[in-house]
């Protein structure tokens, strides 16, 4: 990945894939993905991987795209009503706006790859759907509650949420999740099985992108043609 590259371009999977001494479970993501696409490490990979990959699905949709711009519009509703002043987020809510009108002005990847590799641009995006998930924990928080290891979930909202370079967790993957109605297909690589691990988020969610999870990090997969819309090939 080159110096100062927030999102790279797609790679062949093999680069994932140690030639020399390949895991069962690196034979099975090449079985079902042709290509990654790395995200820098910094903390905030599994948001910028999560907007990167949704938006570029959307590329030659031109009505889910415009379904997502207003999304994003009413979702500053949504922080209002967890108590966030506008001026706290508008201008990261606009920063995605705009740049989903430019995905709509010219539907081409290296459109959408310039704008993530923009530091400005990239961290506002980053930053807003930070605020949308504290929000949408917070909004509702008599569910997720239940999966926060934290005595108050507001405090776990300000020092684990919003604060930009901390790593997400499962219950932040799903608030994001349900606040846009975006199901994702995150694949690890972690563990003692000799299988690849399957995750669908919301479970039976008909997921929009695929996300490969390793150490703590998350990179962007491509499912090979022949395998999309017939799922996983093993879940749990």
Do not use: W
Not at 122 to 131: A, E, F, I, K, P
Not at 136 to 150: G, I, K, R, S, T
Not at 211 to 221: D, V
Request: glycine content about 4%.
């Amino acid at each position: 990945m080159e110096a100062d590259c927030l999102i790279s371009r797609r790679e062949d999977i093999s680069a994932l894939v140690s030639a020399e001494n390949p895991h069962p479970k690196h034979k099975d993501l090449d079985s079902q993905f042709f290509a990654v696409r790395k995200v820098l490490g910094d903390g905030n990979c599994f948001y910028r991987a999560f907007c990167f990959a949704y938006l570029e699905s959307l590329l030659q949709h031109p009505r889910a795209l415009e379904r997502f711009k207003q999304k994003i519009i009413q979702s500053g509703q949504v922080l209002a009503v967890a108590g966030f002043e506008e001026s706290s987020f508008i201008h990261h809510l606009d920063t995605v706006v705009n740049v989903v009108e430019q995905c709509q002005a010219e539907e081409q990847e290296s459109t959408l790859l310039k704008l993530f590799n923009q530091s400005a641009v990239s961290d506002g995006v980053v930053q807003y759907l930070r605020l949308l998930t504290s929000a949408h924990l917070q909004n509702f928080a008599d569910f997720f509650c239940n999966f926060v290891e934290a005595p108050d979930l507001q405090v776990y909202c300000r020092q684990e949420v919003e604060v930009m370079a901390m790593e997400c967790d499962h219950v932040d993957i799903l608030a994001l999740s349900q606040a846009l109605d975006v199901g994702l297909h995150i694949v690890s690589l972690e563990g003692e099985h000799q299988q690849l691990v399957h995750f669908i988020i919301p479970e039976g969610a008909e997921p929009s992108l695929h996300l490969l999870y390793q150490s703590s990090h998350y990179n962007i997969l491509y499912q090979r043609p022949e395998l999309r819309n017939t799922g996983p090939l093993s879940t749990d």
